[in-house]
């Protein structure tokens, strides 16, 4: 509302005419403090339901924490022996103990050449076939047509470096080549890039013109390896285990098929054991214990939010919470109860005191979570891993039942209606405000016309009375 302070033309009659319209103003206003008090207190109504929101939320996300049967079905899986081998788990994998024994771990075949005292010397020109495969039952090369290659070696790069250079560049041909200096001289070393008696190389060399230098350093073959140029240093070889008594071979040291759901990565010879578990007790524990936790938060906010101060010794003191007396607090905080069925949760060691508030026996729920994780499971989630039909009329369980009830108390029912209510409340006594305001400096205005009209005229009629005075004075001297 505009200042009601005004500046009147006189001050006729001595009267105060601008201290009675400030205090005729004052009066005008009081219906105007009285909406204001109600707009103070529609606007803390508002702000408490959204912090009734805001903790339902906090809950329902507790609950949803729970809902997943997968929290307290989960694989957890050890080894006995981290230094023999590692293991993860996956899809497919049930709870059980298995005896693993590593007895070989699978290498990719080294070929080193003879010695030679430079590797910048010239060797020899021709060409260098580079075939990989295995040796069937009768001890025969069968070669793999996916991979090898050949090289075609001449001068002026035919040292045994222009030759290692030649056979890294080409990655078709799977092995990668090295330079050893073993002390004497310089040996090249080929090394087939997988590993498995799948990769085991075969090499060879054509010479061009009557040397031979070429193929007295490259030649190999697997079927007479030990006529051959090119000496082994490592031997192809499968990885080798037993799992529980059963020989198993595989290409690489990883096996991600010898047990169901279980990838195991094979590092050293010797045993293991490999056990799954199901339930993670942890996991589930901290869930259930931050369930409790936006259980009791919710409840203290339920108070704090319909308090009221009884207790003080003047009754104009007694200041009451915004919700105090609230029919949809009321109602959301008789679902919240109807929802948590403190029976059930007892059998787990969760119960509510007298005072409202949601303790854990922590043994009696560690207990639980031992014995039988799935009936946990099934009281929170209402179902549990075993049941594959879907379609099955299954209880919702708690958690559940809680997420649907406070998803539709905040997004279609008593909330957000009442949080409507509120607001379309807050915006009728804004336009009513604005009326008001504009009604009583209406008023204002008017009080003021009337005192400056009746200023202007007392002035007028003092004017008359002194000139009549003086007129009176006047005769009276001349008798």
């Known amino acids: 509302m505009s200042d009601t302070g005004i500046s009147l033309p006189g001050a006729g009659g001595g009267f105060n005419y601008a201290d009675l319209l400030d205090r005729l103003t004052i009066n005008a206003a009081k219906p105007l403090t009285t909406l204001e008090a109600q707009q103070k207190s529609y606007t803390a109504k508002l702000s408490a339901f959204g912090t009734l929101q805001n903790v339902l939320s906090s809950f329902k996300s507790s609950a949803t924490a729970l809902s997943a049967t997968g929290l307290f079905h989960k694989l957890q899986i050890s080894t006995s022996g981290t230094d023999v081998l590692s293991a993860s788990i996956g899809t ?8 693993v024994n590593v007895k070989a771990l699978a290498a990719a075949q080294a070929l080193a050449t003879g010695t030679q ?9 021709g060409s260098v076939q580079i075939a990989l495969g295995k040796l069937d039952a009768n001890g025969n090369f069968v070669a793999n047509t996916d991979k090898g290659g050949t090289l075609n070696i001449s001068s002026p790069k035919n040292t045994m470096e222009d030759i290692r250079d030649a056979i890294n560049k080409d990655s078709k ?12 001289g310089k040996q090249l070393v080929l090394t087939s890039k997988e590993s498995s008696e799948s990769s085991i190389m075969k090499i060879t060399v054509t010479d061009s013109g009557s040397g031979t230098g070429l193929s007295d350093m490259l030649n190999y073959d697997p079927e007479a390896a030990g006529a051959s140029n090119m000496k082994q240093t490592v031997a192809a070889k499968n990885a080798e285990i037993e799992v529980n008594g059963i020989t198993i071979t595989r290409p690489n040291n990883n096996f991600s098929d010898a047990i169901p759901g279980i990838t195991l990565n094979v590092t050293g010879i010797g045993a293991s054991t490999v056990t799954v578990r199901g339930g993670n007790k942890s996991e589930a524990t901290t869930a259930i214990q931050g369930f409790v936790t936006a259980f009791n938060k919710m409840q203290t906010e339920f108070d704090n939010l319909s308090s009221f101060d009884a207790a003080a010794e003047d009754p104009n003191n007694r200041t009451k919470a915004p919700l105090n007396g609230d029919s949809t607090l009321r109602n959301i905080r008789n679902q919240m109860r109807t929802g948590i069925n403190g029976a059930v949760l007892g059998t787990i060691g969760i119960s509510i005191d007298e005072k409202g508030v949601m ?6 729920l560690s207990d639980a979570l031992d014995k039988d994780p799935a009936a946990v499971a099934k009281l929170f989630s209402g179902s549990d891993a075993e049941i594959a039909d879907k379609s099955l009329d299954v209880k919702p369980g708690i958690a ?10 905040i997004d279609k029912g008593m909330l957000k209606n009442a949080k409507a209510g509120v607001e379309s409340s807050i915006k009728t006594l804004e336009k009513k405000h604005s009326a ?8 204002v205005d008017r009080y003021k016309a009337q005192f400056s009209a009746m200023d202007v005229l007392m002035t007028k009629m003092n004017g008359t009375m002194n000139y009549l005075t003086q007129q009176f004075e006047a005769l009276n001297s001349k008798n």
């Open 92 to 99: 497919g994998a049930v709870a059980g103990t298995w005896k």
């Open 117 to 125: 005292a430079s590797s910048n010397t010239s060797i020899g020109e």
């Open 173 to 184: 041909l799977g092995v990668d080549a090295t330079i050893v200096d073993n002390g004497s």
């Open 359 to 364: 303790k854990i026996d922590d043994k009696k």
């Open 400 to 409: 559940n039942s809680l997420i649907a009830t406070i998803t539709d108390i």
């Open 436 to 443: 008001m305001e504009i009604s009583i400096q209406a008023e």
